[in-house]
Every structure is written in C-alpha cells, then in structure tokens.
C-alpha cells in the first residue's frame, strides 16, 4: 500500500483537518510539557479508578465526539440545503452520514450516560466506589481506543460508508472493498468490550453495594434504570460482539456469514444488527428517563409520583424492547403473521412509556415548579419526546411503515426521540451534577442561552424533516433534484441546524466561563435535592462518604435533612479502604487499539506482535496484588471539617 | 433575556412561510394513486388522528400544569405536599393507551393482510407479472410474458393489477412507488413479492429507498400507467424497434454505474434469475475501489455493440448514451407536481 492510498488525500475539506489534528496534537503535547503536567496526568487521570474521575473522563470525551458528529450534522445538512449542491459529493457524503451516526449513539450517547452513570450511581447508593474499579477503568479506556480508532479513519485509510446499520451485503467486501468497513467492524468490537465491561460492573455495584437499609424499593429511580439499562447491556452487547465477529471474519479472512456469494445470508446480519440494535435504543433512553425523573421531583419539590408504576414501566420497557427488532425490517418481505405480531410488541412499548409521561406530570401537579436550567431540559423534553413518542406508534404500523420505511419521516422520528430523550437529558444532568462534579454551578443565564438555542433549533431542523418523508425523500440522499419541491424544507431545516449548533457553542462557553468566574460557594446541596450524593461535599471527596449512611426510606436524605440528621459524630469515623491507581487499563487498552489498527490494514503479522502486548498485560494484571490503601482517620477529619459545620 | 425572547420571535416567525409552502401541494404519501396506496394512506390518517388528539391532550395537559403550578416570588416558598400515587389514575392512563393499541392494531392488520395480496376488486384479472431487478444502481424491468425488458422505467396498463416479483443482483435496495403502494426489499438469492394498481393513467415516481453506495440517490424510476391500448401500443413498438439483449450487454449494465433508461426485446430471466443465486459472477470488488479525491464519476456508458471477448469501447456509442442518460435523468420523475 503506498503512502497515497494511506492517508486519505486530494481532498480539501480533509486535507485542512489532518493539518489541523496534527497542529493540536503538537500544541497539546507542547503545551502539558511546558506547564510539566505529564506526571500529574498520569497519577491522577490516566491511571484512576475513581468512578468520579473516569466518569468525568467519559463526559468530557463524550463532549469532542458530539462536536465531530455535530460537524458532520451540519456538513449534511450545507449539503442538502439546496437541490444539486456541490459541497459534498456521493462518497464524502455517504461516508459522512455513516460515522455521524455511529459516533452519535455510540461515542457519544454511550459516554456521556455511562459516564453520569459512573459519578452518580456510587453516590447515589452510598457506596465508595463501583464493584470492580479497575475494569471500569478498563471499560473508559477501551471505549476509548475503539472511539480513537474509529475517528482516525477519516485521516487514515478512508471512513466507513455504509451507513451507522452497515448493512450488508454493501459492507461486505464485495462491494465496499476499502478499509473503510474494516474500521467499523474493529473499533466497535473494541469499544464494544469496555461497554459490556461497564453492564457488569454496574449490575455488581447496584446490587451487591448499597447502603445499609437501602432495600430494592428504596432505590432512587435514576438507580433502578441504570441497573435496568446494565441488564439489557448484559443481554444484548453479546449478539453485537458476534455480529461484528461475523462481519470481521467475512471481510478480513472471507468467510460468507453475510456475503451474496457462496451461500451467505445478508438478512442474518440485520437481524442480529438490531436484535442489538433495538435494545441498544432503550439503552441509552431509559438512563435518561431516570435523569429526568430525578430533575423533576428535585425542582417540582415533591416526592416522584407513582415510583412504583414507575419502576415496572421501566422493567417493562426493557423487557419489550429484546422482542421488537423486526420493526425495523417490516419490508423484508416478511409474512403478514410475522409483521402483524412485531407490530403488536412494538405498539405496546407505547403503554409503559405513556404511563411514565403522566408520571412525570402529575410529579409537578401540585408541586412548585422552578426553572433551572436543569428543570428547563426536562420540561422541553416532554412535549418533544411525545412527538417523538407519537410518530414511532405511527411507525410501529406495519402496513403504513411501507410508506414511511427508510424516508426522512424515519430520519424525523429516530431525531425526535434520541435527541429530546439523550440529549437533552444529558443535558439536564450535566447542569444538575455539575456541582456535585466540580463544586460549582454552570451559569445559569448562559445555561437559558444554550437551552432556548438548542430546542428551537431542534425543532427547526428536525420538524421538517417529517414532511419531506411523507413527499417521497428517503434517508442517505447526498442530493435531490429542483422540481422536487424539498428544497424550502431543507433550507430551512439547515439554517435550524445551524441555531442548534449555536446551542452548543453556548454550552462550551459556559463551560468555559464557569470554570474561571462562577461562585465556589454553592454548598453540598445548592439544588435542595432528594437522594444520597447530595448528603456528601461537592465536589465529592474522594472516598465518597466519610461513613457510610444508614438509609430507612426512598428520598432519605430529604426526610434527614428535616428532622436535622444530616449530621456526622466524630467517633463513627474510621478508616476508609480504597483502590489503588493502576497502569493496566490504559495500555492494555493502548495494546487493543494498535491491534486494532493493524487488524483494518489487515496486516497480520503486525497484528499478532502487537496482541503479545495484551497478553504481557493480561499476566501484569493478574499478578498485581494491591490490595489498595487506608485512608487514615485524621484525614477523613480534616476534609470533612472544610465542608460540614456539623461535625461532632 | 430581552434580546433571547426577540430571537425566539424571529426564528418562530421564520416557520410560517415554510409550514405555508408545505401546505400549497398534496404530499405524496397523502396523493395515492391506486387501490393499495389508497388503503395505506387510509390507516395512515386514521392514525394521525389518534395522534393528534394525544398530543393535544398531552400539550394542554403539561401547558396547564407547568403554568399553575409554576414557583412565584408570592407564594411564600411554600413546601408542597408529597404524594404517593394514586391507584385509580394510574391504572386509567394504562388502560387508555391499551385501548388507543387495541384500537390501532385492527386496522393495521387488516391492511398488512391486504396488501399482500391483489386488491379487492381485481382478483379475476389475472395480473401483468413484471420481475424486477436492482442492481448498482439502476433499477432493470422484465416482462417474461411480453419477453421485453426495460431500464430504469417501467409501463403498466392502468386499473389492471401488476404482480412484482422482486430480487437484487448484488446489494440490498427498497422498490418504493409511494403513489401507488408501500415498498419492499429487493434481496439476492431472494424473492419479494408486491402488488400494485394504478387506477389512472400518470406518471409516478419510484426509487430505491435502501441506502446501497456511491449511486444511491440517484436510483429512480417512472412508473407509467397507460391506456390498455397505448400500452399494447408501446410493447409491439418495443418489439419492432428495440435492440436485443445480450448477455453481454447485460453484464454492462450490471456493472456499477448510473445508467438513463434503456428498452430491449428478450429478458435476461432466459439466463439468469436473481432470485436463485449466480449474481456472484456479476459481481467485482475492483470495480468497487474508491480513488479518493479524483472527480467521481458514477455514470456508466454502455456499449451494446461490444464484442464478446472485447472490453474495449468506441467512444461514439459514448457520447451518444450519455445523451440518453441526461435525458432521461430530467424525466424520470413526475416530482415537478408542486
């Protein structure tokens, strides 16, 4: 393979980023030489175990990924914003809506949820740390190499170009013959294992870890949906595991699990696609759902309504959502019967789901609604997600899907969900943690900027979308012909993207403003919250709890706060056992990665020599007997006394 | 705050012309043309309505309640009262949406069962069988009765049922013609089956829903729905004037390219069928290679009077398709309705 065909070249547009990439990378390291932060990174980041620590890493990782896939959005929608436009051709375009749509759910819906999941869930439960701290350092950096690996793509080699579903037989080798597909079937599996890792860990924590008298129905919601969410990861990333197995032995071995030739069987790999895929949306919803849950019983200032109702709904939805998959190819030419019945399952995914929505609004009848930024995400998300909500009923039609299959007006639904349903939740939860992180507030005034920017430039850009699918466009098209008509419809839904994007840009400066101006002086509790990770510092020390609380009742810490009982005795203090930073994860992941990327080139000798790297790793970690350390009493002491004026 | 709620103004103001646009011309899912499109578009609105309503219920329901119960500067920071649920509510807004699935489950059976099936009405016509073929990325028409094939367009007799028997040559695609009926995938080694009827003579639009690479969006085609006698017409004309079809020339168009329309007598159903396997011969990774950078071409010349053992082309047959694919690629759809 010669230099040229290496890096991707003769295009402009990609040209500007390697240069640009290159240029950061220099800077970067220039910039942690000059201020002599190596060492400092190294001990407390890229060898942590701190849930807190590694959750803020996903977040902040989950933040870059939604600006390449943010850039890739908007570079979509300059394409489509007028009939023939030149901006992208056919390739770029196809390779552009591919890697917009795997970074989106899986780089960075999954980072950003798990990574709340991972500051919150320990907190929340009153434990010191996840079950397993060391694989969960294991499962950020995994996720990400395979998020690297798949990112370096579009400067090496050439993006993949199948779509997010990749479905064969286009991603088989007979017609994408480029390295493209073999990043995709790589750097998923990679990240696949640190996500699988992730399901186990937390399915340990929530039920192995909780507090003293936090009995299963004392359970906050957000809690209950995590572990909901990690038994579905549990159950489903495994068929993804095999799926992209299947897909890396066809193209780089030539087996014919999918293949048109020698007997393969292309529907296999949809089916298997979504049999993941489906769960995989309830996945990433249903955290969410236990985000907004939290948000709104804190600003309604009442207790969730219906907390039981709520629990089965979720325990429902998770149920349904491994006997639906079929609705995404009611059109394969399946029987009547077959259609018939997976539209039934997919229908009543509807009733839990609209059982939560009442849920929410009776939590705020009769409560005393405030409009914090946090509260603001939550609200909004209620009239976006049931239109998200109605459409996919519509959708779940067999018979009228022949209409709305693979259309814009998919495109529009699939938007009308994730985005009110991930997005904006993770947008809540970033206001409402972030003190909880870092022991301040994001602006508020700024926080209104960004909320009002990006809900209108949402429905701006998506709400057309519906209409246009309705008019006969599909999904994927890199251009449309004048007479068509769509192009007031696009235009306008380009200049929404483009006020979405200006919502974001507001995030980043508020981000950037907190962190120099806003006040340090918020408090443990600046929001009067319900549950446990209010009842420690913000920013939580290190060890979490300085004794582990005794809980009697769901929203426990609301009810001691009354009755005064948030105090700590003195003589309750004891040692606290912790986990020890460790080196393994991060190069055993750094080794998964280079094999990786050896594995898309399909150069295999240097494959297998850089695999000896995952197994001297492997062996370095199973020989480590760290047994972690004691924090000894006077510290605990001492950090408790800065922030609490109780301490007897 | 002032200036975000005259932004706010603005960008509100900006939908109007947009919604009002959409509003001067039928969608085309709303326009059906024929008996099986018709009873899609039937459930369709059928359940828009039950849509409607939720969200208007849902709408108000939120609206009034963020509204009332909204934290005011007057109202003493007071604590509201915790509740624990209420059974009776809780189990009528589980019955509701049960009743709402129930309600939409019938009708949609009813219609997944139809249109499978010829429509009401035709069952004594015995259909017109046409045998369609996607390749990259062109959509190829057979008529074994009328032993004619056509490329990237298709006649049909009007109010007379047509029966397509559907499979791929290669990638996975989606034959969708949203005025007449739903759509449905075309496999290789694979055979979909779909009925259509046009109950007017017209022209309509029909493309590949199914993303399948480089040629993708521009994978149409026009169904014609013609008087009984035009078409009749139109197939003896094809039979006197149009060309052979070879298998080599054959081979050409499966090539992956984006082709204009073509018209030959035979079908290649006389050598292959799709749907039984052998599309492995057609197919070359080669000529799926991507040269990044280099202008890219995807349109395809093909040249019918191609030696056998010859891959050299004479570039008059060149030029002169290329005229036919630009003509025909202003023509293939009958989208200009708005």
Redesign the interface.
């Known amino acids: 393979m010669s230099l040229d065909e290496f890096f991707v070249t003769g295009d402009p547009l990609i040209l500007a980023s390697q240069i640009a990439i290159g240029l950061t990378m220099i800077g970067l390291i220039a910039l942690i030489t000059y201020l002599k932060r190596w060492k400092w990174l190294w001990n407390e980041w890229f060898t942590t175990v701190d849930h807190k620590k590694i959750g803020i890493m996903y977040i902040l990782a989950g933040v870059l990924m939604f600006f390449r896939g943010g850039v890739d959005g908007l570079l979509m929608k300059a394409q489509t914003s007028r009939p023939e436009l030149d901006i992208l051709n056919a390739q770029h375009y196809d390779e552009i809506f591919t890697t917009h749509g795997v970074i989106m759910i899986l780089f960075m819906a999954m980072p950003m949820l798990i990574g709340i999941m991972n500051v919150v869930i320990p907190l929340q439960i009153g434990a010191r740390d996840v079950a397993f701290p060391k694989l969960n350092a294991f499962s950020f950096w995994t996720f990400f190499a395979g998020a690297m690996l798949f990112n370096l793509s579009f400067v090496i080699g050439g993006s993949p170009d199948a779509g997010w579903t990749s479905y064969f037989p286009l991603a088989g080798k007979e017609f994408t013959p480029g390295v493209g597909n073999n990043y995709y079937a790589v750097s998923l599996q990679i990240a696949g294992i640190g996500t699988l890792a992730t399901g186990i860990n937390f399915i340990v924590t929530i039920m192995k870890m909780r507090a003293p008298g936090l009995s299963w129905m004392k359970l906050p919601i957000f809690t209950w949906s995590t572990f909901i969410t990690s038994i579905i990861i549990v159950a489903a990333f495994p068929i993804l595991t095999i799926a992209l197995l299947f897909m890396t032995l066809d193209r780089l071995f030539g087996t014919h699990f999918f293949t048109v030739a020698a007997g393969g069987d292309p529907m296999l790999w949809l089916n298997l696609f979504w049999l993941w895929g489906h769960p995989e949306v309830y996945i990433v919803v249903l955290p969410a759902f236990g985000m907004f849950s939290e948000v709104i019983a804190t600003f309604s200032r009442k207790n969730l309504y219906g907390y039981k109702s709520m629990v089965f709904a979720v325990a429902g939805i998770a149920f349904l959502s491994m006997l639906v998959w079929v609705h995404h190819f009611y059109t394969m030419g399946n029987s009547a019967a077959v259609n018939s019945i997976f539209s039934l399952t997919t229908m009543m995914i509807a009733i839990p789901t609209g059982v939560k929505i009442f849920n929410w609004l009776f939590t705020m009848r009769k409560g005393r609604i405030e409009f914090s930024t946090a509260m603001l995400w939550s609200l909004a998300f209620i009239p976006c997600f049931t239109i998200g909500g109605v459409t996919g009923v519509m959708l779940a039609m067999a018979a009228a899907d022949y209409q709305y299959h693979n259309t814009m007006f998919l495109v529009a639904h699939f938007h009308y969900v994730l985005i009110p349903g991930v997005v904006f939740a993770v947008f809540a939860a970033l206001y409402y943690w972030w003190p909880k992180m870092f022991g301040f507030k994001l602006n508020e005034k700024i926080g209104k900027w960004h909320f009002w920017l990006f809900v209108i430039g949402f429905n701006m850009t998506f709400m057309p979308m519906f209409f246009v699918g309705l008019d006969g466009m599909s999904r994927r098209m890199y251009t449309y012909a004048e007479s068509t008509g769509w192009g007031a419809w696009l235009g306008f839904s380009a200049v929404g993207s483009l006020v979405m994007a200006a919502g974001f840009a507001a995030l980043c400066y508020n981000i950037y403003w907190s962190f120099r101006y806003a006040s340090r002086n918020v408090g443990s509790d600046p929001w009067n919250a319900r549950t446990l990770e209010w009842a420690t510092a913000s920013p939580a020390p290190h060890y979490n709890f300085a004794v582990v609380p005794q809980v009697e009742q769901l929203d426990d810490f609301w009810y001691k706060k009354k009755k005064g009982e948030t105090g700590l005795k003195k003589k309750d203090l004891k040692p606290v056992h912790m986990p020890s930073n460790s080196w393994t994860p991060i190069v055993l992941a750094a080794a998964f990665g280079v094999v990786g990327f050896f594995l898309v080139f399909e150069w295999f000798t240097l494959a297998i020599v850089a695999s000896i790297g995952i197994v001297i790793g492997l062996i370095a970690n199973s020989f480590d007997y760290d047994d972690g350390y004691h924090i000894p009493v006077e510290e605990l002491e001492k950090e408790e006394r800065e922030w609490r004026g109780d301490l007897q | 705050?002032n200036a975000?709620k005259k932004?706010?103004y603005a960008?509100?103001l900006?939908?109007i012309?947009?919604l009002l646009?959409?509003c001067e011309?039928k969608?085309?899912?709303?326009d059906p043309k024929g008996p099986i499109?018709r009873?899609?578009?039937d459930?369709?609105v059928y359940?828009?309505i039950f849509?409607l309503v939720?969200?208007v219920v849902?709408?108000v329901?939120?609206g009034y309640?963020?509204w009332k119960?909204?934290?005011r500067k007057d109202?003493g920071?007071?604590?509201?009262?915790?509740?624990k649920?209420?059974h009776l509510?809780?189990i009528t807004?589980?019955t509701?949406?049960?009743l709402?699935?129930i309600a939409?489950?019938i009708p949609?059976?009813k219609?997944?069962?139809?249109?499978?099936d010829v429509p009401q009405g035709y069952e004594e016509e015995e259909p017109l069988v046409i045998h369609v073929t996607s390749a990259?990325w062109k959509w190829i028409f057979s008529y074994p009765d009328q032993d004619i094939e056509t490329v990237n367009y298709i006649n049909i007799p009007e109010d007379h049922p047509v029966q397509f028997k559907m499979t791929s040559a290669?990638?996975?695609q989606?034959f969708?013609v949203?005025e007449l009926?739903?759509?449905?995938?075309t496999?290789?080694?694979?055979q979909?089956?779909l009925y259509m009827v046009a109950d007017q003579p017209g022209s309509y639009?029909g493309?590949?829903?199914?993303?399948?690479?480089?040629?993708?969006?521009h994978m149409e085609f026009e169904v014609q729905a013609q008087t009984r006698e035009d078409f009749n017409k139109w197939v003896n004309d094809v039979k006197n004037t149009a060309n052979e079809l070879s298998e080599d020339t054959y081979s050409q168009i499966l090539e992956p390219g984006v082709l204009g329309r073509m018209t030959f007598n035979g079908t290649h159903l006389d050598w292959i069928d799709h749907a039984h396997g052998g599309?492995?011969q057609y197919?070359d990774?080669?000529k799926?290679?991507?040269k990044?950078?280099?202008h890219?071409d995807?349109h395809q010349d093909i040249d019918e009077d191609r030696e056998a053992d010859s891959t050299e082309q004479d570039t008059e047959s060149h030029e002169h398709d290329h005229e036919e694919m630009e003509h025909s690629d202003s023509e293939t759809?009958d989208?200009?309705?708005?």
Not at chain 2, 111 to 116: C, Q, S
């Open positions: 705050m975000m932004l706010i960008l509100t900006l939908l012309p947009v646009a959409g011309s969608l085309l899912v709303f499109a009873s899609l578009t459930l369709i359940s828009i849509m939720i969200v849902v709408f329901l939120f309640i963020v119960y909204r934290a109202d920071d007071f604590e509201p009262e915790e509740e649920g209420n509510l809780e807004w589980f509701i949406p049960v709402i699935v939409l489950m949609t059976t219609t997944i069962y139809e249109v499978e990259d290669g990638t996975m989606s969708w949203p009926a739903g759509q449905k995938y496999m290789a080694n694979m979909t089956n639009y493309r590949n829903t199914s993303f399948n690479g480089r040629g993708y969006a599309s492995e197919i990774p080669e799926y290679q991507l990044h950078g280099e890219d995807i759809t989208h200009s309705h708005h």
